[in-house]
T-cell receptor, first 110, second 113 residues
Framework: AQKVTQAQTEISVVEKEDVTLDCVYETRDTTYYLFWYKQPPSGELVFLIRRNSFDEQNEISGRYSWNFQKSTSSFNFTITASQVVDSAVYFCALLFRLVFGAGTILRVKS | DAGVTQSPTHLIKTRGQQVTLRCSPKSGHDTVSWYQQALGQGPQFIFQYYEEEERQRGNFPDRFSGHQFPNYSSELNVNALLLGDSALYLC????????????FGPGTRLLVL
């Protein structure tokens, strides 16, 4: 069975703080994809990153960075110097049918 | 290049009624997947259509059915609506069955009273 756990239901930070969103997954597949999506209040899921199971390189994109560790089945997402516009619900997801975690609400206060 | 579009954006129905939601995939995509997102939860996979056939199905009752048309657009039908069907319904499109390249639409918010 596939499962994604986002243990943090809600996180509040003050603008410019760094914040890490945790994601732990379970799968028996040897080949799989992991995703992070952002969902603003409008509802549309915005794709942030995709990682396949063979690529454990960490990735940085501007203020966003991702840490993928197969040994701990984790795919954590860090926002550096958070901004109010980062406030949203963030979902970690696992392929094949995009099994989503429950999401983490991030509130960034100015 | 139009992305994934869904209609209507919002819908209010009463228990027992039937509803049809529509999705047009992103240009170049031929696979459509539907997800249900209840308030405060992550999206749940309903089913996936490719070549006008249902290819995969999640844990949803037969009240949920779908269709894909030759132009790759898709409909989601829900019969005998229950209060618990109130949710945001998301459509995602991809090329082939390669869901790793899925793009999501803005969703349809369904409220069942």
């Amino acid at each position: 069975a596939q499962k994604v756990t986002q243990a943090q239901t809600e996180i509040s930070v003050v603008e410019k703080e760094d914040v890490t969103l945790d994601c732990v997954y379970e799968t028996r597949d040897t080949t799989y994809y992991l995703f992070w999506y952002k969902q603003p209040p409008s509802g549309e899921l915005v794709f942030l990153i995709r990682r396949n199971s063979f690529d454990e390189q960490n990735e940085i994109s501007g203020r966003y960075s991702w840490n993928f560790q197969k040994s701990t089945s984790s795919f954590n997402f860090t926002i550096t110097a958070s901004q109010v516009v980062d406030s949203a619900v963030y979902f970690c997801a696992l392929l094949f049918r995009l099994v989503f975690g429950a999401g983490t609400i991030l509130r960034v206060k100015s | 290049d139009a992305g994934v579009t869904q209609s209507p954006t919002h819908l209010i129905k009463t228990r027992g009624q039937q509803v049809t939601l529509r999705c047009s995939p992103k240009s170049g995509h031929d696979t459509v997947s539907w997800y249900q997102q209840a308030l405060g939860q992550g999206p749940q996979f309903i089913f996936q259509y490719y070549e006008e056939e249902e290819r995969q199905r999640g844990n949803f009752p037969d009240r949920f059915s779908g269709h894909q048309f030759p132009n790759y657009s898709s409909e989601l039908n829900v019969n005998a609506l229950l209060l618990g069907d109130s949710a945001l319904y998301l459509c995602a499109s991809s090329h082939g069955l390669r869901v790793e390249t899925q793009y999501f639409g803005p969703g349809t918010r369904l409220l069942v009273l």
